[in-house]
């Protein structure tokens, strides 16, 4: 068994919010996902425009390959994925889920070069940041608009912060919950990981998004989780984010403010490194709580609910305010057609993108 990637590169946009877009596709796991989401080969074969022969030919192919079949049942019944065809899907939704971001970022740099080759006159923009679903449209629509290269990296808040300082990128992504004093206070986990590499005088808060974050569930949340506490019953199995993330700060300060240590939590230390691969995990039963934002949860058909709504902003230093690449990503987080797009992904709101504010009026351990 052996994996082989390529790509294509067209004129025009990515799709929004990301779903539709970049595709990281294997004929085999399409297949068998048309399968299993039709419950029938003929109905596979229809949505992906194949013959049944075909389909039925090349998953037969497929079992002789791997050694176990990939469907069970016995004929004339409808056709439904077996237990290992049921592993198989979901290994390579979690995969996908958890590589995704990287994939983006490999896809953008590789879409850059071409553009930078056919047009030379384009400016590159370093944006180091947490990861976020509306990324690819906001660097879409800033080429559209000027010539300017958004170029994202992902990395957690913290290291977006400490590459900025380091004159290493133009803006940095992070996210806070202002709206909850209890967790942004002075000496909270928020303020001594990502308060103290904010620079009074120097750095800047261009508004971007607001995101709810909290706990993805399976139908119905079985278990009736409502708050961390309740993530210390029996039989809760916990997937966590990465060290460092944004989400893992904010998780970790709900934990002290609930008096709840994390050890007593199982699956803490199971941590996965994207929202979308949280929401893999649990619709895989893998875990049966994660923590991380709606639009995620949605994604894979798991319940949500609430914890914090947070605050995510592009922070720079002051004096590129009025760079020309600065004054082109503010004019598009401005636009009617950004907040249109923003409106589709549940859990967002934009309606104060693009927003200007300082350190000392915003954030609680300065009032």
Same mark, same amino acid.
């Given at each position: 068994?052996?994996?082989?990637?390529?790509?294509?590169?067209?004129?025009?946009?990515?799709?929004?919010?990301?779903?539709?877009?970049?595709?990281?596709?294997?004929?085999?796991?399409?297949?068998? !996902?048309?399968?299993?989401?039709?419950?029938?080969?003929?109905?596979?074969?229809?949505?992906?425009?194949?013959?049944?022969?075909?389909?039925?030919?090349?998953?037969?192919e497929?079992?002789?390959?791997l050694?176990?079949?990939l469907?069970?049942?016995?004929a004339?019944?409808?056709?439904?994925?077996?237990e290992?065809?049921?592993?198989?899907?979901?290994?390579?939704?979690?995969?996908?889920?958890?590589?995704?971001?990287?994939?983006?970022?490999?896809?953008?740099?590789?879409?850059?070069?071409?553009?930078?080759?056919?047009?030379?006159?384009?400016?590159?923009?370093?944006? !180091?940041?947490?990861?976020?679903?509306?990324?690819?449209?906001?660097?879409?629509?800033?080429?559209?608009?000027?010539?300017?290269?958004?170029?994202?990296?992902?990395?957690?808040?913290?290291?977006?912060?400490?590459?900025?300082?380091?004159?290493? #990128?133009?803006?940095?992504?992070?996210?806070?919950?202002?709206?909850?004093?209890?967790? #942004?206070?002075?000496?909270?986990?928020?303020?001594s990981?990502?308060?103290r590499?904010?620079?009074?005088?120097?750095?800047?808060?261009?508004?971007?998004?607001?995101?709810?974050?909290?706990?993805?569930?399976?139908?119905?949340?079985?278990?009736?989780?409502?708050t961390?506490?309740?993530?210390?019953r !029996?039989?809760?199995?916990?997937?966590?984010?990465?060290?460092?993330?944004?989400?893992?700060?904010?998780?970790?300060?709900?934990?002290?403010?609930?008096?709840?240590?994390?050890?007593?939590?199982?699956?803490?230390?199971?941590?996965?490194?994207?929202?979308?691969?949280?929401?893999? #995990?649990?619709?895989?039963?893998?875990?049966?709580?994660?923590?991380?934002?709606?639009?995620?949860?949605?994604r894979?058909?798991?319940?949500?609910?609430?914890?914090?709504?947070?605050?995510?902003?592009?922070?720079?230093?002051?004096?590129?305010?009025?760079?020309?690449?600065?004054?082109?990503?503010?004019?598009v987080?401005?636009?009617?057609?950004f907040?249109?797009?923003?409106?589709?992904?549940?859990?967002?709101?934009?309606?104060?993108?693009?927003?200007?504010?300082?350190?000392?009026?915003?954030?609680?351990?300065?009032?």
């Amino acid at each position: 068994m052996g994996v082989h990637l390529n790509y294509r590169f067209d004129t025009g946009s990515s799709a929004f919010p990301g779903e539709d877009g970049l595709q990281l596709e294997s004929p085999l796991f399409r297949i068998l !996902s048309a399968v299993r989401d039709g419950g029938s080969i003929s109905g596979a074969a229809k949505v992906l425009g194949l013959s049944y022969r075909y389909v039925w030919g090349f998953l037969k192919e497929q079992e002789i390959a791997l050694g176990k079949p990939l469907l069970a049942g016995r004929a004339g019944q409808s056709a439904r994925l077996s237990e290992f065809g049921e592993r198989l899907v979901w290994a390579e939704r979690r995969i996908h889920a958890r590589l995704m971001p990287r994939a983006e970022e490999l896809a953008a740099q590789l879409d850059n070069e071409l553009l930078l080759a056919v047009r030379p006159e384009l400016q590159p923009l370093i944006v !180091s940041t947490s990861h976020d679903l509306l990324f690819s449209a906001l660097r879409d629509r800033v080429r559209q608009r000027a010539d300017v290269l958004l170029e994202f990296e992902y990395l957690g808040s913290a290291k977006a912060l400490d590459r900025l300082n380091k004159g290493e #990128c133009a803006l940095a992504g992070v996210h806070m919950p202002l709206g909850d004093l209890h967790l #942004c206070q002075r000496g909270s986990v928020v303020h001594s990981r990502i308060g103290r590499r904010l620079k009074l005088g120097d750095h800047k808060l261009i508004r971007f998004a607001t995101r709810s974050q909290g706990f993805m569930v399976p139908r119905g949340n079985p278990l009736g989780i409502r708050t961390v506490a309740d993530l210390r019953r !029996s039989g809760v199995r916990f997937v966590n984010r990465q060290a460092g993330s944004g989400t893992r700060v904010l998780f970790d300060e709900l934990l002290v403010q609930h008096g709840v240590p994390g050890m007593a939590i199982e699956g803490y230390g199971d941590a996965e490194t994207t929202h979308l691969a949280v929401a893999a #995990c649990v619709a895989a039963g893998v875990a049966n709580c994660g923590f991380g934002l709606k639009a995620a949860a949605g994604r894979f058909g798991l319940d949500f609910v609430s914890a914090v709504d947070e605050q995510f902003f592009l922070v720079c230093h002051k004096p590129v305010l009025e760079s020309a690449a600065i004054q082109a990503v503010l004019e598009v987080l401005r636009s009617a057609e950004f907040r249109a797009l923003a409106d589709a992904v549940p859990g967002y709101s934009v309606a104060n993108a693009g927003q200007i504010i300082s350190l000392r009026r915003t954030l609680p351990w300065y009032k």
